[in-house]
């Protein structure tokens, strides 16, 4: 790894789930900053589940950014895939003496560790007590939130979203987030980063069906146990010793355009 003197040191950092919201902004960052990117995907021939691809992958890489994710809202099923991913990753890093894991988790997680938080909580208790040095970023949901859950649950006419109290985040700011914490090397649990204001996730769904001319009532219903509970009064929101980050969600609606 070479540096020069009042410049990043130059890297070559692998990014899991390199081609999903988050994780294609990570790509482009650190390329943008001169970094060599390897993208961890079963398009890239990467198989994070089985594990197979990665001992070819890492070879020579410094870093590792962990942007995986899944889409369930099932426990069991999101430990097992954080499980068996973060295993994976940590397995082969080791092997090869990669330097550094970066790991993205959410604020709250271990507040409400339900559902899909559940495999959130089991990656951050492997990334902490493995061999690995690490540094785990805990962010806010992302502002694409709102485009994500539109329409995954309708019934007839009606949108229905979780009553929720968020602080959206823009993604391409958190990935700015994990590429400056992989260069500077690791840093344990660092700050949270919300977003810069708090909203109502049946406003934000509102606002992104309106930008992107969808049609659909958009209805809130409250979730039971811990999470739905968490959703609700704001304690995934984050506290004020988290970093904010600057663009609004309104700002993000300003670049969505009608379908």
Partial sequence: ??????????LTIAV?????????YVVDYARAKGHDVVVLSRSTGVDLIEGTGLARALRGVDVVIDVSSTQ?????????FFGTVTRHLLAVEKELGVSHHVALSIV???????????????????????????????????????EQIFGA???????????????????REVAARLVELAESGPSG??????????????????????????RGSVVALPLPGVLGKAMRDGTLTGSDSAESAT??????LAGIRPS
């Fill in 189 to 214: 649990r660092t700050r949270d980063l919300r977003g810069p204001r708090s909203e109502s996730m049946t406003s934000m769904v509102r606002g992104y069906a309106r930008a992107a001319g969808l």
């Fill in 16 to 24: 899991a789930g390199g081609t999903g919201t988050v994780g294609a």
């Fill in 153 to 171: 649950v309708r019934l007839g006419p009606l949108v229905v979203v979780p009553k929720m109290v968020s602080r959206p985040v823009a993604a």
């Fill in 1 to 10: 790894m070479n540096t020069t003197s009042n410049r990043s040191p130059h």
């Fill in 247 to 252: 663009e609004t969600f309104d700002d993000w």
């Fill in 108 to 146: 709250g997680v271990d507040d409400a560790p339900e559902g899909y938080y559940a495999g959130k909580v089991l990656q951050e208790e492997l990334v902490m007590a493995g061999e690995v040095p690490w540094t785990i970023l805990r962010a806010t949901q992302f502002h694409e939130f709102a």
């Fill in 72 to 80: 369930t809202q099932k426990a069991d099923e999101s430990r097992n």
